[in-house]
Structure formats: C-alpha cells, structure tokens
C-alpha cells in the first residue's frame, strides 16, 4: 500500500509540484493545506504515514509549521514527520531530531534531487531520523573550544555525520566502504564515549546525532 501524504506549504507552486513528484514515485497525497491550523485539521482527519511542512507559514511567517508538527507528535505518534525550510537553521532542526524517530528535517533546496529527496522520506518512514546533508556538512566543520566530541576518532565523527543523515548502519558501511560489523563497532564506541547508556526508553541513535548538533 502506498504510503499516505499530506503537505503544507503556503506556496501553492512549490505544494503542487511537490505533490506531483510524491504521485509519480509511489506516494499517496491525501490532501495539501496552506497554514498550521488547516494542517493540523487534515492530519486529524485522514491520519496520515507521512506528513511534510514547511517550517514557516502564516499568518506570521516563523515557526508555525514546527509548532504545528510538534502538536501532530504528542497527538498522533507513530506519524512520520518532515519539516521543510529554505535555510540552515540549527536550532530547529535539533527541535525535529528531538522529536526522536521517524522525523527529518531537509532544505527545500533538496527536493531538486528527486532520488535523495524520496530516498530520505523512505528512511524515515523506516524509522529514521534524518538530517539534511547540507547542515550536517556545515556542522562538521565547525569546531568549539569546548567540543562534546572532542573524544571521537575522525572516523567515529564521519559515521556519527553519516548517523545524522540518518544512514543505517549498513547504509553507512557502503558508504564508508567498510562492513557493517566495524561501523557497529563504531557506533557502540561513539555511545560509550558521548556516555548514552542502554536504555528502555531513549532512542541512543536520536541522542547521539542532537549531541552531535548542539556543537553548532
């Protein structure tokens, strides 16, 4: 069953074109809306898999589609979310990743790459969390004096960047080219360093890539 959609984006250009390109790749589009309120109306409606917001929508243009999405995570859980913004902005897309799973925050910039675009929302329909590559990218070179990876090897801050694009641990091994048994090595060596214990109620992959943007 194709996975079901529902847009938001004041532009009604961008919301057209995007819910064509989600039909022709084997998306269900639902309904659209043009602000939070309507957004949050549909979603109660239809309950849909998946839905996509833009980060900034009126009536005044600056954090209505997050506040809109953190209300469909406490009412609807188990809904997939995808924030849309036209610019890096650090502090809210650690807002979407401290949402926890199923949630991922791109540039608008991204849907232009069709492949990477529907690769990423698959990702996080799968459960992934998924960070644009682009933040990622400016994150890594940015360095603090007081840096809460300052433990990490090279190589673990490459597989916990590639964790924040919301690569799995096989999908980072291909991209690495390394098997998959060294990037859980990896991964269990960057959760003992950055000190995120096992536990029952915290999603240690989530906390690892929001430690990694906080040295923003």
């Known amino acids: 069953m194709a996975p079901r959609v529902i847009l938001a984006d004041d532009e009604v250009l961008l919301r057209e074109g995007l819910a064509r390109l989600l039909d022709d790749s084997g998306f269900e589009v639902v309904d659209s809306a043009g602000n939070g309120a309507a957004l949050l109306a549909l979603v109660r409606r239809h309950r ?11 009536p005044t243009h600056t954090t209505e589609g ?5 209300t469909i995570r406490e009412e609807l859980p188990g809904t997939a979310i995808v924030v849309l913004s036209a610019h890096v902005e650090v502090e809210q897309a650690t807002d979407v990743l401290a949402q926890g799973a199923r949630s991922g925050y791109l540039l608008k910039d991204r849907i232009s790459d069709v492949d990477e675009f529907i690769d990423a929302l698959e990702r996080i329909l799968n459960g992934g969390a998924v960070v644009d590559a682009a933040l990622v990218q400016e994150l890594v070179a940015v360095r603090r004096a007081q840096d809460p990876l300052e433990h990490l090897s090279p190589r673990e801050r ?22 998959e048994g060294t990037v859980e090595k990896h991964v269990r060596s960057i959760f003992t360093k950055l000190r995120l214990p096992e536990t029952s109620d915290d999603h240690r992959r989530v906390l690892a890539v929001i430690r990694f943007l906080e040295t923003r």
């Open 48 to 58: 849909p898999d998946l839905v996509i917001v833009d980060i900034r929508m009126p």
């Open 66 to 70: 997050l506040e809109a999405a953190r």
């Open 158 to 179: 490459e597989v916990l960047g590639l964790m924040a694009e919301g690569r799995t641990n096989g999908g980072i091994a291909r991209r690495l080219w390394v098997t």
